[in-house]
Structure formats: C-alpha cells, structure tokens
C-alpha cells in the first residue's frame, strides 16, 4: 500500500468516512500510520512557525519577535509529540475496551492518527483551527463506531472520558505547584 493510496483514503474520509476508516484499518501493523504521524508533526512545526510569523507581519508587531528555536528544541518536541500519541492511545483503548470495543491496539493507533490529521494541520490557522478539531473528533467518533464495532455515544465517551481526567489530573498539578512553590 503506497502513499497515494493513503492519501486517497484520507480524501474519501470527507466523502464516505466508514468507508475510508475500513480501508485504513485494512493496512497490516501500523507503520504507514506511525510515518504518516511523523509527516503530520513535521507539517504541524512548520505551518506553526509560519502562521506566527504571517500574524506577527499582518499586525505589525514591531516588538514581537518570530522566536527561532534550535534543532534540539525541535527534536524533544518531537519526540514529545511521538511518544505522547502512544500514550494517548493506550489510554484511548482502554477506555474503548471499558465499553466494549472489538478491535485490537493497533487499530486504535490508525483511528487516532488518521483522526487527528485535520486538527494538526490546521490547528494554528485561528478559527479554522476551532473547526478542525470538531472534524478531528468526528472521524474519530466514526473510526471508533466502525471499527470497534461501538455505539456513536460511547465513542464520545472513549475520548471525553480521558480528555476530562487529563484535564483535572493537569489543574491538580497546577494547584499543587501553586501551593508547593508560593502563589501567583
């Protein structure tokens, strides 16, 4: 399976979604998912650097520098960004298996990367970005459906459900800090 093919899966993800969350999942192991998601951060870094910079432009910011992060920066970000996806994930299957889900780990890797695309590309471009994550967590909520052989419902649920523990697991850390280390 080549890249076009790829890619014309993820074209006819706006067109029929259960049938290119199929197609996709009929990709053996999770290599072209893993160098797609490679491909997606490098995108998402450059298309980051570049909407900062064209803001900056537009409204004239005379004091506001384009910041130019070194090669390492880069890279632990990186690297970041991979290892997290792989942590998601095994706490998106979790919670998939917790309502029933069918399929295996991998092929909640491919529903997460083939997801998540619209929103890594789009993202840093203001107000499109608001409407790529709502298109994000629709083919997610639709790879889940189809693939794990769940409800629309609980597919919601497998992502609320850890986006919401995250979140309080992070306020808990910020109030703990806060008190650990003086207040604002």
């Known amino acids: 399976m080549g890249w076009k093919d790829t890619f014309d899966k993820l074209k006819l993800q ?15 192991g999770i290599t072209n998912a893993f ?15 570049a909407a900062v910079y064209v803001l900056s432009a537009v ?19 990186f690297i970041y960004m991979i290892v997290g996806s792989f942590l998601i ?4 299957h979790a919670f998939i298996k917790w309502f029933k889900g069918k399929a ?7 529903i997460f990367i083939y997801s998540i695309w619209p929103y890594l590309l789009l993202r840093p471009i203001p107000i499109v970005g608001r409407l790529a994550e709502a298109l994000s967590l629709f083919f997610y909520i639709v790879g889940v459906c189809y693939i794990h052989k769940l409800k ?5 649920f497998t992502f609320f459900i850890p986006l919401a523990l995250i979140g ?10 806060i008190y650990l280390f003086g207040g604002v």
């Open 152 to 156: 629309p419902i609980p597919a919601f």
């Open 14 to 28: 706006f067109i029929n979604t259960k049938s290119a969350f199929l197609e996709l999942n009929k990709e053996k």
């Open 89 to 92: 994930v095994l706490l998106l």
């Open 168 to 177: 309080a697991l992070i306020f808990y850390l910020s109030l703990k800090s």
């Open 59 to 77: 409204l004239k910011l005379k004091s506001f520098q384009v910041p130019v992060y070194d090669f390492t920066d880069h890279f632990i970000s």
């Open 35 to 49: 160098i797609f998601l490679v491909i997606l951060i490098i995108a998402y870094k450059i298309i980051s650097y």
């Open 104 to 110: 295996n780990l991998a092929s909640t890797y491919k």
